[in-house]
């Protein structure tokens, strides 16, 4: 899916795998606003501290606020850092991270490099690169929320049930989301992020980990488990609603045969969704072949706390970003009328 709100945590936390990084002294800040690490001269190295030379990893510092500070060991470990940050081709900022991690293999920005190269592929609509450099990071990093949750939802998006890895790949769309919500703690931050944007992060990132853990029971056949993490989802959403949640959880109650509380989802799916988007167009499909279903009386009569939604005119504004990877947009079959349909990738 990553859809609006999936959006606002890509654009709004890719970034901060670096914002805790101070520059030294007289450093100014790179181009794309981030903080760059901070280096520690040799003669300001803490007594107790190992020195750049021996070959230990320097346990990371922390800032009055108890966030993690990154360190750079040298001023040549800061400058490659410098110049792989700044490259803004996928290709070459992915050639960037892995020449700085075969230099550096114990340096503690080597994940934040693979975390941008992630991030470059997922504004290039490449989900397998994505895939891949999130690997890397998630490797460098196992407790990093971000790579964890986009690496995530970029594999149960992209599975479909012809494919010879679909169970292993599943799997581990299933981990990686459990392991964004086991870490949101670490969420890197700025130091001075407010708490409403550092909460607003934070539900986007667990909004995506519960959809992807949901999707994931709903290609294992398992639309109760399904409905339970998409509720979980809309939990997590509620102060920034997201469409293609309800669009899922109305078809995983679809498929349980819950069909008012599936018409209440897909009423508010309709409601939520950019008008005119491929979204609202599904969510619409699903409100009108319910509405057929229950009308037919192949389902309980629709109480009145459940009539459609009038969709809004003028729609949120977080809401209204257009999809910008093959994996934001549900798929424009029409969901059949004698069946459930499949849940929305």
């Not at 490099?113 to 196992?142: C, H, W």
């Not at 986009?150 to 494919?163: H, K, N, P």
């Not at 992020?193 to 909460?199: D, F, K, V």
Request: net charge neutral; proline share 11%; hydrophobic share 40%.
């Amino acid at each position: 899916m990553r859809s609006n709100f999936a959006i606002l945590a890509l654009l709004l936390v890719a970034t901060m795998a670096a914002a805790q990084m101070r520059p030294p002294q007289g450093q100014s800040p790179n181009p794309y606003g981030q903080a760059q690490p901070q280096t520690v001269p040799p003669n300001q190295v803490p007594s107790n501290a190992p020195s750049p030379s021996s070959g230990k990893q320097q346990a990371p510092s922390s800032t009055a606020s108890g966030h993690k500070l990154l360190q750079a060991k040298s001023q040549d470990e800061l400058k490659a850092y410098q110049d792989a940050m700044s490259k803004t081709d996928p290709a070459q900022m992915n050639a960037a991270a892995d020449a700085f991690a075969a230099k550096y293999p114990s340096s503690e920005l080597k994940a934040a490099l693979f975390v941008r190269s992630m991030n470059l592929y997922g504004q290039a609509n490449n989900a397998e690169k994505l895939i891949e450099l999130g690997r890397k990071a998630i490797t460098a990093d196992p407790t990093n929320p971000v790579s964890l949750v986009q690496v995530g939802a970029a594999l149960v998006e992209g599975t479909r049930d012809t494919d010879m890895d679909r169970d292993q790949r599943l799997t581990e769309a299933a981990k990686d989301a459990q392991g964004a919500i086991d870490n949101i703690s670490q969420l890197m931050v700025p130091a001075d992020a407010t708490p409403e944007r550092i909460a607003a992060v934070k539900a986007s990132i667990l909004t995506m980990a519960y959809d992807t853990l949901g999707m994931v029971d709903l290609n294992k056949k398992d639309p109760a488990g399904g409905e339970q993490e998409f509720l979980k989802a809309v939990d997590a959403s509620k102060a920034q609603p997201e469409a293609v949640v309800f669009l899922r959880l109305s078809v995983a109650q679809d498929q349980l045969k819950k069909y008012p509380e599936a018409l209440d989802s897909a009423n508010k799916a309709v409601q939520y969704a950019p008008v005119g988007s491929a979204a609202q167009n599904l969510a619409k499909q699903q409100q009108e072949r319910l509405q057929k279903l229950m009308a037919a009386g192949n389902g309980p009569g629709i109480p009145g706390s459940i009539a459609p939604v009038t969709p809004a005119p003028n729609p949120p504004a977080a809401q209204t970003p257009a999809p910008t990877s093959p994996t934001q947009t549900p798929p424009a079959q029409t969901p059949p009328a004698q069946a459930p349909p499949a849940p929305p990738h």
